[in-house]
């Protein structure tokens, strides 16, 4: 954790080698300050009840299908993009893998089936979405905010806006046990971000998603190919969402044109607030990790305290600002 | 890093525009009054129920109060609640996420709490973790959107929604007086929630018995905004109309508006849910509105009131039955100016 490169550094050339641990350190201490406070204020004011292992359980259960997108939201931000699409295809890619067709597919082969198709759906979503941005040179907002639209008009279509219930009790308990008591889907999310987190600091991919982001005509110059590099990631974001669909599958135990609805901006707030750089060039997957478990302790902590709707989405609101300043000053005393 | 100080500089500013925002919205939109008419409705049972047992903590959960008629869901559940000082409500924030909504259950199981009051955003999404709950030995009582497994739940309260349909397409056939050819419209609610469904199926099976059918269907979303959208859509497709059932009367605001951006009124409009603003109306007599259906937004409130029973071993005094039933179905009486005045205490405000 502590040797993530510093990304600024990276701006505009792709960076080489470890720049080490202690920026990298000092960028996400706001961070863990915040994580620190929310959790001195749980056992402050719940206690045990906050502090129980089967209540971190519930944090992680809670963040994992948002947090599997945020990792897929940091490569697609980074790289200088933006999907608003990505509860839309959440939403698309889990009707798709639970109609009465695939399931009764997965029934004569396996359920495995269950969770290809849902993965192929998110993945062939965020390729359309990349096509459309680096060769119809539509703007990544606009363009996704047209496959928002569409990939949820087509959820609704294929589901007649009926939930659509899973039958298939194979991929149920596979994706409700707990070995060694830890859910999951909660491993599932624990390797997606350790994956993540290697891409993006260890593979010459990270280090051009680096470059497109950071300097688009100067990563072309350096012969990265930058449209099909962008093609990649929106690519491998919508691959998360698939994932993604799958666990909520799971947790719902139902595919729903309902499903995921605003979860794009949980997921941006998360990425953000991580410390990525919405304009792109600078981006950390262990921040968004951070960015995703504060919000969801956040809202643990409300919930276990009785707190009120809207004093919730204030104090949402609140934390993602100061959460920001909070970084940034100690990012820019550090460097 | 010197490039950063006027992205800094910025990023105090949009902060400090945000804070003097939220502070003008929060003074724009702070309505308290009116809302406190639905707890005149809501008292005790005034039977030997009443008399204070065991401690009851009772957890409760219900979707994003985006409409009035679930704002008063949740507002009448606490109300109720704070009429026993033997219960304890633990109130979850009010989500349209599934996800979180399950979390939040998962917190209740945590917690040992002896029953949950459950209204689902989705009745099916949510049968998985109600049932987990149930496993846990926890009193599941589920509100309004029903599970898809008996297993999930010990009783369930429910509005009638085929029985709004009907009567609202009883109100129309009664209205028609035999008469044929007249033009029905209908604006839904959400589509995909079964309950919609169900409303249009009675509406439909009513209308079929005096020889009418639907001639315009459109869907909103509850919402005022939805409402406002959907019908006036609805009115530019139908340039005329007889009867036009909406099925709530919050998206009903919008509707209203629409009906007089257009300068409509040949037709007599029938309501649902049954809010105040839409009963006084009704009384008043002076538009399209001549009828509404009653669908209480008081059932999280029984929900409430049957939890604490079913955990302190108590039965429903009026009945023989020792048990506390499975299944509430609650009535979906018409409401016209003749009977207005018998409903208008206990209907919601927009």
């Not at chain 1, 699409?85 to 939403?91: F, P, R």
């Not at chain 1, 997965?106 to 969770?115: E, L």
């Not at chain 2, 056939?173 to 029905?184: E, I, P, Q, R, S």
């Not at chain 2, 530019?236 to 009867?243: G, T």
Request: proline letters at 3%; hydrophobic letters at 45%.
């Amino acid at each position: 954790m502590t040797s993530l490169q510093d990304p600024s550094l990276s701006v505009p050339a792709p960076p080489k080698g470890d720049r080490g641990g202690s920026i990298g350190l000092a960028r996400n201490l706001g961070l863990v300050i915040a994580l620190v406070i929310l959790c001195i204020v749980g056992v402050a004011t719940a206690g045990d009840r906050f502090a129980s292992s089967d209540n971190v359980l519930t944090i992680l259960r809670l963040a994992a299908v948002v947090g599997v997108i945020s990792i897929g939201m940091t490569f697609v931000i980074t790289g200088g993009g933006i999907d608003l699409s990505v509860g839309a295809i959440l939403a698309l890619a889990s009707v798709w893998a639970t109609t009465t067709g695939t399931q009764a597919m997965a029934g004569d082969v396996h359920w495995i089936i269950m969770v290809f198709s849902a993965i192929l759906v998110g993945a062939a979503c965020g390729t359309i979405n990349g096509l459309l941005i680096a060769y119809g040179r539509i703007v990544p907002f606009i363009a996704t905010l047209a496959m928002l639209a569409s990939a949820r008009g087509l959820a609704e279509i294929i589901a007649d806006r009926k939930t659509q219930i899973i039958r298939d009790q194979g991929f149920l308990d596979f994706f409700g046990a707990e070995p060694i008591g830890i859910p999951v889907i909660v491993i599932i999310f624990a390797l997606v971000v350790a994956a993540g987190w290697f891409l993006l600091n260890r593979t010459t991919f990270g280090r051009r998603t680096f470059a497109v982001g950071g300097n688009p005509e100067a990563a072309r110059l350096a012969g990265i190919k930058v449209q099909r590099h962008t093609v990649y990631l929106y690519a491998l974001l919508g691959t998360t969402c698939g994932i993604a669909a799958v666990m909520l599958m799971s947790r719902t135990t139902t595919g729903s044109s309902t499903h995921g609805t605003l979860i794009e901006l949980d997921a941006i707030a998360a990425v953000v607030i991580g410390g990525t750089l919405l304009s792109g060039g600078r981006g950390t997957v262990v921040g968004t990790l951070f960015g995703v478990l504060i919000f969801t302790t956040l809202t643990n902590v409300f919930t276990l305290n009785n707190l009120s709707t809207s004093a919730q989405a204030v104090a949402k609101g609140v934390i993602i600002v100061i959460a920001v300043l909070l970084q940034q000053r100690i990012a820019n005393r550090k460097t | 890093m010197s490039t950063i100080h006027p992205r800094r500089r910025r990023a105090f500013a949009v902060a400090g525009a945000f804070a003097a925002a939220t502070l003008v919205l929060g003074a724009c939109t702070n309505n308290s009054g009116g809302d406190d008419d639905t707890s005149d409705a809501i008292s005790k049972s005034n039977t030997d129920n009443d008399k204070s047992g065991e401690k009851v903590v009772i957890g409760f959960s219900a979707p994003a109060a985006d409409h009035g008629w679930m704002g008063s869901i949740t507002k009448s559940a606490t109300t109720q609640a704070e009429q026993y000082d033997d219960i304890e409500l633990k109130v979850a924030e009010g989500t349209n996420d599934v996800n979180l909504q399950i979390s939040q259950v998962e917190t209740f199981i945590n917690d040992k709490v002896d029953a949950i009051v459950l209204l689902p955003f989705d009745g099916a999404a949510m049968t998985s973790v109600a049932r987990k709950a149930m496993d846990a030995g926890i009193v599941v009582v589920n509100v309004d959107r029903e599970f898809n497994s008996p297993f999930a739940a010990r009783t369930t309260v429910l509005g009638d929604n085929y029985g709004m349909g009907v009567s609202a397409g009883t109100f129309v056939c009664d209205d028609a007086a035999g008469k044929t050819g007249l033009k029905v419209a209908e604006i839904a609610g959400i589509d995909s929630l079964p309950l919609t469904q169900d409303r249009s199926q009675g509406f439909s099976d009513a209308l079929k018995a005096c020889g009418l059918k639907v001639d315009n269907r459109v869907a909103a979303e509850f919402t005022v905004e939805s409402g406002e959208k959907a019908a006036s859509n609805l009115l530019q497709a139908a340039p005329k109309i007889d009867y036009l059932w909406n099925h709530d009367d919050d998206q009903g605001v919008g509707v209203l508006a629409a009906i007089n951006n257009a300068g409509r009124d040949e037709f007599t409009m029938i309501g649902g849910a049954g809010s105040a603003d839409v009963m006084e109306a009704i009384k008043a007599d002076n538009s399209v509105l001549k009828a509404t259906v009653v669908y209480p937004s008081t059932q999280a409130a029984d929900g409430v009131k049957l939890a604490r029973l079913l955990v302190q071993g108590k039965s429903l005094s009026d009945l023989a039955e020792i048990e506390v039933p499975r299944m509430l179905k609650l009535a979906a009486p018409i409401v016209t100016k003749e009977n207005v005045d018998t409903y208008l205490p206990s209907a919601f405000r927009s």
